[in-house]
């Protein structure tokens, strides 16, 4: 029998209750699923920083995991709650972008509003859906419930900048998704989206601060120690580092802000 995992991603910290309200929420209505935490400490409201981690964990569950993401700024206004069902898992969140970037990775197959009371708690506050909504719908879907019955069909998720990747001419032009622990600079541009538009070789960047010429490589120690590169990271990201440097400090860079990427 397939494993009954959920993983959850949310900006809570690890001072407050929160997370124990949700877990509990999910082993009242499922009690042997797995629960995963894959972090608590997404930036504060940062839908953005939730995306990538979502998207960068999600790959590497097996099928059928049920991954849960609460970064929710909107909660309790009109903005809508959400199952995903991708070709290998289900992804039940606030519909605010923080889903779409894992889905989009994985083929979406449908979406569907949470909207059915029967699969929620029997209160719901406006101030933590995390509890009442979320942690609820993701403990049904293990128990086997099906997208449909949690409320009408979506044609589409709401997909926010940091998801777009326009190309002008032979330039592609997206933003810093990311800035990990070791001042790595994460970008939106996916290696396919390199490969369309011929980038090898070497690399022509533009941050807000400068313009750069790197050596696009597969590893960090390709480069002599201190010195910048571009490089596919492991999560499939075009990323600008520095051999055993911090890149976002060097070139004074965050999460955010705009990036042009041409062939050199």
Do not use: W
Request: some cysteine.
């Amino acid at each position: 029998m397939p494993a009954k995992i959920v993983t959850l991603t949310t900006d809570f910290g690890l001072k407050d209750p929160y997370t124990a309200e949700m877990k509990a929420a999910i082993l009242g209505i499922c009690p042997n699923a797995i629960l995963v935490d894959v972090t608590h400490e997404i930036a504060k409201f940062s839908v953005r920083m939730g995306a990538f981690v979502v998207a960068s964990a999600a790959p590497y569950f097996p099928e059928g995991s049920v991954h849960v993401a609460v970064v929710d700024p909107g909660v309790g206004t009109i903005r809508r709650s959400i199952v995903i069902q991708t070709k290998k898992a289900f992804f039940v969140g606030p519909d605010n972008g923080v889903l779409v970037l894992a889905a989009q990775k994985q083929s979406i197959e449908s979406i569907h509003e949470l909207a059915n009371p029967r699969f929620m708690l029997p209160k719901v506050s406006n101030t933590f859906h995390g509890r009442d909504v979320f942690a609820p719908a993701a403990a049904h879907l293990l128990n086997g419930v099906k997208p449909a019955e949690f409320g009408p069909e979506i044609s589409e998720a709401a997909v926010v900048e940091f998801a777009k990747v326009k190309r002008k001419n032979d330039v592609l032009v997206g933003e810093v998704l990311h800035v990990d622990g070791f001042g790595n600079v994460i970008t939106n541009i996916s290696e396919k989206e390199l490969a369309q538009n011929n980038v090898k070789g070497a690399v022509s960047v533009e941050l807000p601060s400068c313009e750069l010429r790197l050596e696009f490589c597969r590893a960090y120690g390709e480069t002599k120690p201190y010195e910048p590169l571009a490089l596919i990271g492991s999560h499939g990201f075009l990323e600008i580092s520095i051999n055993q440097g911090n890149a976002a400090k060097k070139f004074k860079t965050k999460a955010g802000d705009p990036i042009k990427v041409s062939p050199a």
